[in-house]
């Protein structure tokens, strides 16, 4: 996980020029000029910068495979955006699944720990990273466990 960006153009920036697509590339999905996309992405106190119409991040998005925007939108608004995984319940190894959960979970402790003895920028990001971390595999034990148990659900039912 990388640090969170801290305003929207720098979402904007990171999600353009940090794409596995050239920027002529991204221009040409959204229909955009490479120098129209290239405003986009000037700092805030540039006075000669362009706002991207809110009608573009979703294709901008979508086109970089990049999720800096949302990152940013969801930090600002207190909340933490995860894509939902898609697991096979059938080749997911339970005990595989339990020690990562547990390890990244004990991580996080740690870090927590760290922070509080010595709360410092560096140690605020760390912690922060390792608790997303817990957050996104507990969507995934979420999704295995309710698919699991439909699946029990449905023998049951029989």
């Known amino acids: 996980m990388g640090k969170s960006p801290r305003s929207l153009k720098e979402a904007i920036y990171v ?3 940090r794409s596995k697509k050239n ?3 991204i221009a ?6 490479d120098n129209q996309l290239y405003r986009y992405c000037y700092n805030e106190e540039d006075s000669s910068h362009a706002d991207l119409p809110l009608r573009r991040l ?7 495979g990049n999720f800096a925007i949302l990152d940013y939108l969801e930090n600002r608004l ?6 939902i995984p898609s697991l096979s319940a059938s080749r997911f190894d339970e005990d595989e699944m339990m020690e ?3 390890g990244q979970t004990i991580e996080a402790v740690q870090a927590l720990r760290a922070f509080f003895k010595n709360p410092t920028g ?3 990001r760390i912690v922060d990273e390792h608790l997303r971390a817990v957050i996104k595999e507990t969507v995934k034990v979420n999704k295995y466990a309710n698919k699991k ?3 029990q659900f449905e023998l049951w039912d029989e």
């Open 28 to 33: 040409e999905d959204l229909s955009l000029s």
């Open 15 to 17: 999600t353009v020029h």
């Open 122 to 124: 560096k140690t605020y």
């Open 23 to 25: 920027i002529n590339e």
């Open 78 to 83: 207190g909340r933490v955006a995860i894509k």
């Open 149 to 151: 148990m439909k699946g």
């Open 100 to 102: 990562k959960y547990h």
């Open 58 to 64: 979703l294709p901008l998005i979508k086109t970089t």
